[in-house]
Protein backbone atom coordinates (compact mmCIF):
# COMPACT_ATOMS: atom_id res chain seq x y z
CA UNK A 1 0.00 0.00 0.00
CA UNK A 2 2.74 2.09 0.98
CA UNK A 3 3.68 1.73 -2.81
CA UNK A 4 0.65 3.55 -3.96
CA UNK A 5 0.65 6.56 -1.82
CA UNK A 6 3.92 6.93 -2.64
CA UNK A 7 3.22 6.71 -6.55
CA UNK A 8 0.00 9.27 -6.22
CA UNK A 9 1.91 12.29 -4.36
CA UNK A 10 4.47 11.38 -7.28
CA UNK A 11 1.80 11.75 -9.86
CA UNK A 12 0.36 14.77 -7.72
CA UNK A 13 3.95 16.30 -7.32
CA UNK A 14 4.07 16.40 -3.36
CA UNK A 15 6.37 15.77 -0.75
CA UNK A 16 5.15 13.16 1.73
CA UNK A 17 6.54 12.19 4.77
CA UNK A 18 6.83 8.83 6.35
CA UNK A 19 3.86 10.09 8.95
CA UNK A 20 1.85 10.74 6.11
CA UNK A 21 2.08 7.82 3.98
CA UNK A 22 1.10 6.01 7.32
CA UNK A 23 -1.98 8.14 7.46
CA UNK A 24 -2.37 7.69 3.86
CA UNK A 25 -2.14 3.77 3.66
CA UNK A 26 -4.89 3.56 6.64
CA UNK A 27 -7.20 5.90 4.53
CA UNK A 28 -6.94 4.36 1.26
CA UNK A 29 -6.93 1.30 3.08
CA UNK A 30 -10.88 2.59 4.35
CA UNK A 31 -11.54 3.67 0.89
CA UNK A 32 -10.55 0.38 -0.81
CA UNK A 33 -12.35 -1.34 1.76
CA UNK A 34 -15.86 0.53 1.15
CA UNK A 35 -15.51 0.05 -2.37
CA UNK A 36 -15.46 -3.72 -2.35
CA UNK A 37 -18.60 -3.43 -0.63
CA UNK A 38 -20.35 -1.37 -3.10
CA UNK A 39 -18.76 -3.61 -5.69
CA UNK A 40 -20.82 -6.54 -4.12
CA UNK A 41 -24.16 -4.83 -3.98
CA UNK A 42 -26.86 -6.33 -6.38
CA UNK A 43 -27.94 -3.23 -8.70
CA UNK A 44 -29.46 -5.03 -11.21
CA UNK A 45 -32.20 -3.68 -10.94
CA UNK A 46 -31.24 0.16 -10.50
CA UNK A 47 -31.31 2.06 -13.97
CA UNK A 48 -28.42 3.40 -14.70
CA UNK A 49 -27.75 7.49 -13.74
CA UNK A 50 -26.21 9.83 -15.80
CA UNK A 51 -27.65 13.18 -14.70
CA UNK A 52 -29.09 14.29 -10.82
CA UNK A 53 -31.91 16.54 -13.33
CA UNK A 54 -33.73 16.23 -16.53
CA UNK A 55 -32.67 19.25 -17.56
CA UNK A 56 -30.78 19.30 -20.52
CA UNK A 57 -28.95 22.58 -21.74
CA UNK A 58 -29.71 25.63 -19.33
CA UNK A 59 -26.98 27.47 -20.90
CA UNK A 60 -28.04 30.86 -23.42
CA UNK A 61 -27.07 30.90 -26.82
CA UNK A 62 -24.16 32.87 -28.02
CA UNK A 63 -24.98 36.53 -29.76
CA UNK A 64 -22.74 38.26 -30.33
CA UNK A 65 -23.01 42.09 -29.42
CA UNK A 66 -21.49 45.25 -29.23
CA UNK A 67 -18.48 45.61 -26.57
CA UNK A 68 -15.88 48.11 -25.29
CA UNK A 69 -13.23 49.27 -27.66
CA UNK A 70 -9.37 48.73 -27.15
CA UNK A 71 -9.27 52.54 -26.19
CA UNK A 72 -12.53 52.05 -23.78
CA UNK A 73 -11.11 49.42 -22.10
CA UNK A 74 -8.05 50.78 -21.25
CA UNK A 75 -8.90 54.45 -19.85
CA UNK A 76 -9.16 53.65 -16.64
CA UNK A 77 -6.11 51.10 -16.38
CA UNK A 78 -3.09 53.06 -14.41
CA UNK A 79 -0.52 51.29 -16.77
CA UNK A 80 -0.82 50.33 -20.30
CA UNK A 81 1.92 50.09 -22.81
CA UNK A 82 1.43 49.64 -26.41
CA UNK A 83 -2.64 49.24 -25.80
CA UNK A 84 -2.20 45.92 -23.32
CA UNK A 85 -2.66 46.42 -19.44
CA UNK A 86 0.46 46.87 -17.29
CA UNK A 87 0.47 44.17 -14.48
CA UNK A 88 2.77 43.63 -11.53
CA UNK A 89 5.10 40.32 -12.58
CA UNK A 90 3.94 37.06 -11.27
CA UNK A 91 6.25 34.89 -12.34
CA UNK A 92 10.40 35.79 -11.28
CA UNK A 93 12.71 35.47 -15.18
CA UNK A 94 15.08 33.82 -13.96
CA UNK A 95 17.33 35.16 -16.89
CA UNK A 96 16.64 38.49 -16.18
CA UNK A 97 19.50 41.10 -14.78
Known amino acids: ?5 LHLAKLAALPISDAEI ?5 QLKTIFEYMDQIKQL ?5 SETFRTTEE ?5 DDVVTASLSQTEALKNSSA ?3 GFFVVP ?9
Open 22 to 26: EKYEK
Open 56 to 60: ENVLR
Open 89 to 97: AIMKDENAP
Open 42 to 46: DLTAV
Open 1 to 5: MSNQV
Open 80 to 82: TLD
